[in-house]
């Protein structure tokens, strides 16, 4: 059910300022009220869905400031990943299968599967790390990462190989060790996609979008 209902925030079915409380959700999915609360509870945790003190769960839709502060996190804690792993020159085999699917998605111009692959990818460089604790911070960043891609379809704005041909350089400068190279393609890669996000989100909003990688103060 969680899995169901998160695809359908992502994919736009359930739309930005849409509200979920645990009743639609029981109605919809014939479950208890208690296990739609705990659905609803983890979506929240991720940044699904946000709901202040006493009010309903509503699909949040990030503004260029929140896209800016998320994707300064992101690079945070993903910079380090790829500096462990490439210091050690391992690639995770996580994050290889998930390139091929990213392939795979590209090819096929399947925009859903390379949004979960591409999410996959980044998830299987951070917990190739081993480390349990960023792990988790790169979880909850992830949550809203996804979010942004679904809403925005950021990927259909480039082309669909782009994505992926900066994901083979950020794992081949892994495989040959050196830190440095991984940590400068996977800030390209996360200034692009950056980019992309912001260009979306001013399009909609009638403005002309200038790209900028300032991070927040």
Same mark, same amino acid.
Do not use: W
């Given at each position: 059910?969680?899995?169901?209902?998160?695809?359908?925030?992502?994919?736009?079915?359930?739309?930005?300022?849409?509200?979920?409380?645990?009743?639609?959700?029981?109605?919809?999915?014939?479950?208890?009220?208690?296990?739609?609360?705990?659905?609803? /509870? +983890?979506?929240?945790?991720?940044? !699904?869905? #946000? %709901?202040? =003190?006493?009010?309903? &769960?509503? $699909?949040?839709?990030?503004?260029?400031?929140?896209?800016?502060?998320?994707?300064?996190?992101?690079?945070?804690? /993903? +910079?380090?990943?790829?500096?462990? !792993?490439? #210091? %050690?020159? =391992?690639?995770?085999? &996580?994050? $290889?299968?998930?390139?091929?699917?990213?392939?795979?998605?590209?090819?096929?111009?399947?925009?859903?599967?390379?949004?979960?692959?591409?999410?996959?990818?980044?998830?299987?460089?951070?917990?190739?790390?081993?480390?349990?604790?960023?792990?988790?911070?790169?979880?909850?960043?992830?949550?809203?990462?996804?979010?942004?891609?679904?809403?925005?379809?950021?990927?259909?704005?480039?082309?669909?190989?782009?994505?992926?041909?900066?994901?083979?350089?950020?794992?081949?400068?892994?495989?040959?060790?050196?830190?440095?190279?991984?940590?400068?393609?996977?800030?390209?890669?996360?200034?692009?996609?950056?980019?992309?996000?912001?260009?979306?989100?001013?399009?909609?909003?009638?403005?002309?979008?200038?790209?900028?990688?300032?991070?927040?103060?």
């Amino acid at each position: 059910m969680y899995e169901s209902v998160r695809k359908r925030i992502v994919n736009g079915e359930i739309a930005p300022g849409e509200k979920l409380t645990e009743v639609r959700i029981a109605s919809e999915y014939n479950v208890a009220r208690p296990t739609a609360k705990a659905c609803l /509870e +983890r979506l929240t945790a991720l940044g !699904l869905l #946000r %709901r202040s =003190v006493h009010k309903t &769960a509503v $699909v949040p839709k990030l503004d260029e400031d929140e896209i800016r502060d998320l994707y300064f996190s992101r690079e945070t804690v /993903e +910079r380090a990943a790829v500096a462990a !792993l490439a #210091r %050690r020159g =391992v690639v995770p085999p &996580a994050a $290889v299968r998930a390139q091929a699917a990213m392939k795979a998605a590209a090819t096929d111009m399947a925009f859903e599967n390379q949004v979960e692959a591409d999410i996959a990818f980044h998830a299987a460089l951070v917990t190739g790390v081993g480390s349990r604790r960023l792990a988790r911070m790169h979880e909850v960043i992830l949550g809203e990462i996804h979010l942004t891609m679904g809403q925005f379809q950021a990927h259909r704005t480039t082309h669909p190989m782009n994505v992926a041909r900066e994901h083979d350089d950020i794992l081949k400068a892994i495989e040959d060790a050196d830190p440095e190279a991984a940590q400068q393609c996977l800030t390209h890669h996360l200034d692009q996609a950056q980019d992309r996000l912001i260009g979306q989100l001013r399009r909609e909003g009638g403005a002309v979008a200038e790209p900028s990688r300032e991070a927040p103060a």
